[in-house]
């Protein structure tokens, strides 16, 4: 089971789960138990090349279903371009909100492109 310490594990592990970075954008999510081991991982959801639908609710009853402790988002961006949108920020914050509700955290959500990746976390927008 692999432990998430820092946002380049968790960069390391969504890198195996997603079928592609280039053509599609996709939304996964990481659920970790008390000690940060993930218990499993769920798309979310998948679109189109410039956007995806997602779905507070059922983040949060994925999290429950697994009896998580905390998760971590994930999304792609086909474009190669890891600026955040106003609608990743803006989804980010519900989900956020919606964990502090659940006392279930939101500990990052990073952006993926083939090449590299930005964790929300580490630039401070958590």
Not at 50 to 74: E, F, P, Y
Not at 92 to 105: C, Q, V
């Amino acid at each position: 089971m692999d432990k998430v310490v820092s946002s380049y594990e968790a960069y390391e592990i969504f890198k195996k789960i997603y079928p592609s970075l280039e053509h599609r954008e996709y939304f996964y999510m990481l659920c970790l138990n008390r000690n940060n081991k993930v218990l499993g991982y769920s798309l979310i959801s998948m679109g189109g090349l410039s956007g995806t639908v997602v779905d507070v609710r059922i983040i949060m009853q994925t999290a429950l279903k697994a009896n998580a402790c905390s998760i971590i988002l994930s999304h792609n961006h086909p474009s190669g371009n890891l600026t955040p949108s106003s609608q990743d920020r803006d989804i980010n914050n519900k989900i956020k909100e919606a964990g502090r509700l659940l006392d279930i955290p939101v500990l990052d959500h990073l952006i993926l492109t083939p090449e590299t990746f930005l964790s929300f976390a580490d630039e401070g927008l958590m």
